[in-house]
Every structure is written in C-alpha cells, then in structure tokens.
C-alpha cells in the first residue's frame, strides 16, 4: 500500500471543499472573478486525471492535450458545473461523468480547437505530460475509468504534498521536508538511512525518527482535508480514503 494513502482518524475541515466552490459559483447569475479563480485552481489540480482517461481512450497525445484544456474550458464558460448535484456522488464522480458527457459532444460541438483557448486555460507542463504519458501508458490492462480513479488519487497526493512543503518552507523547515520526503513517497525501505541524513543535517538519529513521525502525522491530516473536500458528508471521508488507496493497489 503506498505510503501516500495511508489515512488517519483524526477530524478536520477543509474551509473551501471542491464542492463549495462549485455552488458558490454557481448560486450566481454570472460566477465573479473569485469563483472563477477557485474553479480554475482545481482544473489545474485534477488535469491530469483527465488526461490519462482521454490517453486511455486511445486518443493521440495533442488531441488529448487539446481537449484536456478544451473540457476544463467548457466547464468554465458554459457553467456545466451549476447542474452539479453533490448530494449525488462524489466529486470525482461528477468531473468524470461531466468529461464523458464533453466527450460524446467534443466532435459535434467542435470543442478544443485550439489549444489553451478559453477563459480558463490549464497550464499543462510537459514534464508532467511526460509523466502522465508514461502512467498511460503502463496501465493498458486497467480500463479507463480504472486509470482515471488511480490518477485522482495520486493527485490527491501530490496536492496533499505540496501543501505539506508549503507549510514545512514558511517555517524554515524546507531542508528537512526535502530530507524527509522520501520517508511519505517510497517508504522506510527505500530511503536514506536515519544515521546518513542524520550526519547531513547535524541532528540525531532520534531527533529524525522524531520528526518523520510528525511529518506522517500532519501528512494524513492534510490528505483527511483534501479527501473530506471532494465529499459532502464527512462520514464518507474514510470510505473514499479506502476507495482510493484500493484503487492505487488494484
């Protein structure tokens, strides 16, 4: 079981869950700027879960592109998210029966003519292009909804990790997140021994030991909040941190 799924018992609240901002922006004739920010925040957080599908449907790598940046854009601009009903699923549910629906229509509507147009473009990296690519790519006895789930959990990861460097860097703790990080992303197996890093940085072995506990802590806590967004009620939290982590090992 990745390290990055691990889950915790412990309560949290996100203050805006993705599906506030979808509401918020919706409950108004014309979404304000702030909404509109919100919602292209989290086009850019869950790209590439999109993208993997769209590679999964055997469709080339640019057209993938293009309609990557096409869907998020529609999305957007024709305000499909106002017919979001949370209490009908999770939010993953809802992005990837909308992405379907725009997939059936794409050709007829002519959507993503042109890459990155719209109002809303999502900045797609090529190193992470590469990297989702090769994800695809390795996945061909995993159906593309399979594909899709595994990717929105290890984005759920990624954006539980960088929020979790964020933190460590506002306190001067950047150099030891570094350090540490491979503890959460490989495991105990596979890192720097405790001794080694302990010579790098001048602290103990102990004081290490210490600290990677409470990295791991504030980690699953993180990632509680990330997961407890995408849902409404929060009794479902646990059940989708299983749900994913099931995913990530099918």
């Known amino acids: 079981m990745p390290a990055a799924l691990q889950t915790s018992t412990r309560d949290s609240s996100f203050a805006s869950t993705r599906w506030t901002v979808v509401r918020q922006a919706a409950d108004s004739q014309t979404a304000s700027q702030h909404a509109l920010s919100a919602l292209s925040e989290l086009c850019q957080i869950y790209w590439r879960p999109v993208y993997v599908f769209l590679q999964r449907q055997s469709i080339p790598q640019h057209d993938a592109q293009d309609l990557t940046q096409g869907f998020f854009a529609n999305l957007i601009e024709s305000r499909a998210y106002t017919r979001a009903d949370p209490m009908k699923g999770r939010f993953r549910s809802f992005l990837l029966g909308t992405l379907k629906h725009f997939l059936a229509h794409a050709r007829d509507r002519d959507r993503a003519q042109k890459r990155g147009g719209g109002t809303v473009p999502v900045e797609l990296d090529e190193t992470a292009i590469s990297e989702a690519e090769a994800y695809a790519s390795g996945c061909t006895h995993w159906s593309a909804e399979g594909v899709f789930e595994r990717e929105w959990a290890a984005s759920l990861a990624r954006q539980t990790l960088d929020r979790l460097a964020q933190e460590y860097e506002l306190g001067g703790k950047a150099a030891l997140f570094e350090a540490l990080k491979s503890r959460l992303i490989a495991g105990e197996a596979a890192a720097i021994p405790y001794e080694e890093l302990a010579n790098r940085l001048g602290r103990t072995a102990a004081h290490l030991r210490v600290d990677v506990t409470r990295l791991r802590a504030r980690y699953r806590a993180i990632l509680r909040e990330?997961?407890?967004?995408?849902?409404?009620?929060?009794?479902?939290?646990?059940?989708?941190?299983?749900?994913?982590?099931?995913?990530?090992?099918?």
């Open 226 to 250: 990330e997961v407890s967004g995408t849902v409404v009620d929060p009794r479902d939290v646990d059940e989708e941190l299983r749900y994913l982590r099931q995913a990530m090992v099918a």
